[in-house]
């Protein structure tokens, strides 16, 4: 049934490799006749049970309900469904309500009596004279005289009463009692075996202290009156009293006198020691007055490529977040960084040093107005041309304090400490390897004392210039449209860099059909970006990782086809990642253009094939079926979504100090286990 105020819903078609189980949304089971009868019912049954409504309290009771229903849906959202039904019952129910006790009020008033009434329309002197009495002093009465008489009458009830009172009594905590035993027989079966259990070792230990008692009584008894003429008995020790074992002297005095004159030279058997069972509760165990702690330094090492970047592009290498402690059993497997270990009683957190990638932040375009109109964007700006960095950790207290707010909110402050890079004959001029920044001469740490921080949910990290902002909000991943493969042949010598005509498609979008090779393999592959990036993001010897890449379930399980794709969407998505060997950009949709455009930005991205082994000698690329072409030419369009990749050469590294209290053992050891 659909209501004013409900939205329908169309379901979707969406293809194979995303299709879930359906799962109606929470605003149409809301809105649904089922949940509005079981709401109007609820309502209806609470309100008449103190009598029937009239027709018009029951379309007011509608009224209110219908309303409800859509301003709770307003106010609260996508919340789970008993939340928002118990938000619309409570509502409702205040209102209607107050409405009820509107009516009751004003039924049996009349309204012009209460308007005109004398208490509130009065003549001046009448009113004058009523505040005046209410102001004047009213003197207290004095208290009356206390009667000391005796009083002959019976005070209290009489003694039959009494005893009737008495004898109820008594009936009623024997039946409470015979109802308590009832419920006590309906518990759970381990409340029952606890309870048991428990009078039992009362029970045990009751007999356990009559049997001690009676020992002590009859050694008295028998001190009291020793034999003279019988040989000296042998004691019991008494340290068999604290450890458990008491004897009886029971037949000591006969047994030693039989033993004497059978053989004098033998002493009279050990006191029998009354059987007592060993129970967990005797044993005790001293516990040391003073606990010894020791301090473990933990060393934390945070790299912001570990981050599901495949799904998660609002984070990038200068800002990301750390978990501790996510409850799972593998490294990679929320949006944000996690750590599996997790820190308690910290007593101390320590910033060692940052490793940054000595890239350039930014493309500076100098544009020469002269005639040839040149333009030169190879002017680097890095982190070297600031003083310093800020690392800021939102979780954790500031240490540092200056003469702006975000000195006074950062947790380090770093300078510059090494540098290195890569041989410059193997890399571009735009590499510019890493750099290592430390808080030189500076106490970047946050001591917790006297009592420790008991536990680091997580970190929110942020590495600022000095005036706040971050040292670069680009995205350090980009995403990809596609992979092409270049025609053999096409090209003078078979390599890149070149400028080679392709047809893409009729349309930009057409970039993720790959055109596949005409003679074999080709010897590279172009991965197109849907953004430009700059000359200083992707620089020629960078290693790249590609993550997402694939085809429908039907390209992958086709039977000429499948296992040739299934090849290389395997080596495209490998860990190890691809080396870039170039780069160029595509001025129209059936060109791509070597290097850079004029103010040094790009789309495309040139990797190496895979080759042969070379050890055996070979020196061409080894195919990944003997139809990729074919393969690529059938289902190129079918690629999923997304497709995304990251530069590993511009991630950052953070290393963290983290000291912990522990319990320190080697101080209970015993000697004897030192060794």
């Known amino acids: ?361 930014s493309v500076t375009v100098n544009r020469n107005t002269n005639q040839n109109q040149a333009t030169d964007t190879s002017y680097q700006d890095n982190i070297l041309n600031l003083p310093f960095v800020t690392v800021r950790v939102a979780e954790l207290e500031n240490n540092n304090y200056g003469t702006d707010q975000f000195l006074d909110r950062s947790f380090g402050v770093l300078q510059y400490d090494d540098h290195w890079r890569s041989d410059d004959t193997t890399q571009s001029a735009s590499t510019k390897g890493f750099l290592a920044m430390i808080p030189k001469f500076l106490k970047c740490q946050k001591e917790y004392y006297p009592t420790p921080m008991s536990t680091l949910q997580k970190m929110t990290v942020d590495i600022r210039r000095p005036n706040g902002e971050l040292v670069s909000s680009a995205a350090d991943t980009l995403d990809v449209l596609g992979v092409l493969a270049p025609q053999t042949g096409s090209v003078a010598g078979g390599a890149f860099p070149f400028t080679l005509p392709i047809t893409f498609g009729t349309t930009a979008t057409a970039y993720n059909v790959m055109i596949p090779a005409v003679n074999g393999d080709p010897a590279n592959f172009l991965l197109v970006t849907a953004k430009y990036f700059s000359k200083f993001e992707m620089c020629v010897g960078d290693r790249i990782q590609v993550n997402g890449y694939t085809y429908a379930e039907e390209a992958l399980n086709d039977p000429t086809y499948g296992q040739t794709l299934r090849a290389f969407s395997q080596w495209v998505n490998r860990s190890e990642g691809h080396v870039i060997l170039g780069a160029a950009y595509t001025p129209s949709t059936t060109t791509i253009q070597d290097g850079f455009n004029e103010v040094g930005y790009a789309n495309v991205l040139a990797i190496p094939a895979r080759m042969a082994d070379p050890t055996t000698g070979s020196i061409l690329p080894l195919p990944f079926g003997a139809n990729l072409g074919a393969a690529l030419a059938t289902f190129g369009a079918g690629l999923a979504s997304p497709i995304r990749l990251i530069n590993l050469n511009k991630q950052t590294t953070l290393v963290f100090r983290i000291i912990t209290r522990e319990m320190d053992a080697l101080p209970g050891l015993r000697p004897d286990n030192t060794y």
């Not at 379901?11 to 006749?33: D, I, L």
């Not at 045990?204 to 009584?217: F, G, H, K």
Request: some cysteine; glycine content about 4%; charged content about 25%.
């Open 1 to 361: 049934m659909y209501r004013p105020g409900q939205t329908q819903y169309v379901q979707q078609t969406q293809p194979a490799q995303y299709a879930q189980p359906p799962r109606q949304p929470v605003r149409a089971v809301f809105f649904s006749e089922k949940n509005y009868q079981t709401l109007q019912t609820v309502l209806l049954e609470d309100f008449e049970r103190n009598g029937r409504l009239t027709e018009p309290q029951t379309a007011r009771l509608t009224k209110t309900l219908d309303h409800y229903l859509q301003q709770v849906y307003d106010k609260q959202g996508e919340k789970p469904l008993p939340v928002l039904n118990r938000e619309v019952l409570v509502t409702c129910s205040k209102d209607f309500a107050q409405y009820l006790q509107r009516k009751e009020v004003t039924k049996g008033t009349d309204a012009v009596k209460t308007v005109m009434d004398e208490t509130l329309f009065q003549e001046t002197s009448q009113r004058f004279e009523r505040i005046t009495s209410e102001r004047n002093e009213v003197k207290a009465l004095p208290p009356s005289v206390p009667d000391f008489r005796i009083s002959l009458t019976e005070d209290g009830p009489p003694a039959a009463e009494m005893f009737e009172r008495a004898k109820k009594q008594r009936e009623f905590e024997a039946l409470r009692a015979a109802a308590a035993s009832t419920e006590l027989k309906k518990a759970e079966v381990g409340l029952v075996g606890r309870i048991q259990a428990d009078s039992a070792f009362r029970a045990l230990q009751d007999e356990q202290n009559q049997s001690t008692e009676r020992a002590l009584v009859l050694r008295s008894q028998n001190k009291a009156a020793p034999v003279t003429d019988a040989p000296l008995a042998l004691l019991p020790d008494r340290r068999e009293l604290l450890m458990g074992a008491i004897g009886s002297f029971d037949g000591l005095l006969a047994d030693s006198q039989s033993s004497a004159t059978r053989n004098p030279t033998v002493a009279p058997p050990m006191l029998t020691p009354l059987e007592k069972p060993s129970l967990a509760q005797h044993l005790l165990v001293r516990e040391n007055s003073v606990v010894s702690y020791r301090e473990v330094e933990n060393n934390l090492f945070l790299y912001s490529a570990d981050r599901d970047w495949l799904k998660n592009n609002k984070e990038n290498r200068y800002s990301f977040t750390v978990n501790f402690d996510p409850a799972a059993n593998t490294q990679n497997f929320g949006p944000t960084l996690a750590a599996q270990q997790k820190f308690k009683n910290i007593v101390r957190i320590e910033l060692v040093k940052a490793i940054l990638p000595g890239e350039s932040l």
